[in-house]
């Protein structure tokens, strides 16, 4: 409790400290006793105290440190901070001036004890009502607290900050138990609720002291956004979370960890506010995709033939996918390997290698990763190999074709064509052989495809009898 004597025995007028002698301190003395004896209550009314004549023995005792005296005589003529000493009235912060006195240490280690329990109670004022000028107000008057006293002086403010943290973990913990009272509709709440514990622009002003509750806030802030990101289909949260414990005046190596964290989390909830905005463009990428997985699986159970599958991917737009935004990379990909499994399913189910490849060839176009398009051209380098050797050597036969004609009518070879004679003349090309003619006969090494020239000879000659039939029936 602070009591100035020099103030309740009415001396506070003296102009120095030689004419506060014993005497006049004990006259003064017996007057304010006497005071005392004849109040109501037996008291002296100081600042809201009501001091016993013991109470006012006691500070009248410290008269006898001449230092001391000294100093009570100047606090009772500087009357804002006299009366902050004495009943915290926070005037002294509006105009404190830094005298000459402040400096010396006798000085700060007599008035540190009064003054540090007076300051916590003015910063926890301040710091709970975000009241940003006033705490930097009072924080610029720390110099009148001793090092011994440093912790009284910031114990509210400290406790208070342990205590939010402890309430920011415990949620954390609830999310992670998924026992918070928060869902995907509201956790964006929680957002402002850590505004609300942890205001940057006031815990900013706060003194070294608080340095590592600060490192403890943003880790708390921290371990709560990876909490919601795991727990609620929410990136926007983590980002405004992150991005808020940013602001906090974190040094050392830390800050970097937590920088590399928000650029992770910010390219992400960019990315969801990127899809959010071309939903309707990716619903109908994402329903040609389904539409390409059940034409593989057709073409896989033979209910498609090559040319159905070739006619459904022929009218994809590649260049309409490439143009679309980062956004879509992932679709992309799946259309790209969707096409793959096209290709596979054309070869395998039908043993149609042009069809095949020219089906890689487009997913091969879309814009890829390099690692996808390494793995689609290696594909397609096999399917080429393959083709290759179908070219040179024709697809394997299971036995040899029928070469029969009665009268110059049936099938022979002619080079290395199979054809339908009439009257030994080749008239309609059936098949192509990779074969060689021994002696008397022919030995077959496998089936290629015909010439172009061959299948328009084929289907223009098949046509034409067609329509020399329909016009003799209709003739007749």
Not at 92 to 105: E, G, H, R
Not at 204 to 224: E, M, T, V
Not at 322 to 347: C, G, K, M
Not at 456 to 473: K, P, R, T
Request: proline share 3%; hydrophobic share 40%.
């Amino acid at each position: 409790m602070y009591v100035n004597p020099i103030e309740i025995l009415g001396l506070s007028n003296a102009t120095d400290t030689t004419s506060i002698d014993n005497e006049i301190i004990k006259k003064a003395k017996r007057k304010l006793f006497a005071d005392i004896d004849l109040s109501d209550g037996g008291v002296f009314e100081y600042y809201g105290l009501e001091l016993t004549k013991g109470n006012c023995e006691k500070a009248i005792d410290e008269l006898t440190n001449n230092d001391f005296k000294e100093f009570y005589l100047y606090l009772a003529n500087y009357k804002p901070l006299n009366e902050f000493l004495a009943r915290g009235k926070e005037v002294i912060f509006k105009n404190f001036k830094q005298d000459s006195i402040f400096k010396l240490p006798e000085f700060v280690k007599f008035i540190s004890p009064y003054f540090a329990p007076r300051f916590d109670k003015a910063l926890f004022a301040a710091f709970e009502n975000d009241n940003v000028d006033l705490t930097k107000a009072i924080l610029n008057t720390s110099s009148l607290i001793t090092q011994a006293d440093i912790n009284s002086a910031f114990k509210s403010v400290s406790n208070n900050i342990q205590n939010k943290i402890a309430e920011i973990d415990e949620l954390t913990k609830d999310i992670k138990n998924e026992e918070s009272v928060y869902n995907e509709v509201d956790v964006e709440e929680v957002v402002e609720l850590v505004k609300g514990h942890f205001p940057t622009d006031t815990l900013n002003c706060l003194p070294q002291y608080f340095q590592s509750q600060i490192l403890k806030i943003a880790n708390s802030i921290n371990y709560l956004s990876n909490s919601i990101w795991d727990a609620f289909d929410s990136t926007q949260v983590p980002n405004d979370l992150t991005e808020y414990l940013l602001t906090l005046n974190i040094g050392g190596l830390d800050r970097p960890t937590f920088e590399n964290n928000f650029k992770i989390i910010n390219k992400k909830n960019n990315e969801r506010i990127e899809q959010a905005k071309n939903a309707p463009v990716l619903k109908k990428w994402a329903e040609l995709l389904i539409k390409l997985r059940n034409v593989a699986l057709k073409i896989e159970s033979k209910e498609l033939s090559a040319i159905d599958a070739h006619n459904s991917i022929i009218a994809i737009s590649i260049e309409e996918l490439n143009r679309l935004p980062s956004f879509a990379d992932e679709i992309r990909t799946s259309i790209a390997y969707t096409l793959r499994s096209i290709a596979v399913s054309i070869w395998n189910a039908h043993r149609e290698i042009e069809e095949a490849i020219n089906t890689l060839n487009k997913a091969i176009n879309i814009n890829l990763s390099s690692a996808d398009k390494l793995r689609l051209n290696i594909d397609l380098i096999k399917l080429k190999e393959l083709k290759k050797g179908n070219d040179e050597y024709g697809e394997t036969i299971s036995s040899a074709p029928t070469l029969y004609t009665i009268n110059g009518i049936g099938t022979t070879i002619y080079g290395k064509t199979l054809y339908f004679v009439f009257l030994a003349i080749p008239v309609i090309p059936i098949a192509r052989y990779n074969c060689e003619q021994t002696y008397n006969r022919y030995r077959f090494f496998g089936k290629v495809k015909l010439h172009r020239w061959q299948k328009i000879w084929q289907y223009g000659l098949i046509g034409f009898i067609l329509i020399s039939i329909i016009i003799a029936i209709a003739n007749n």
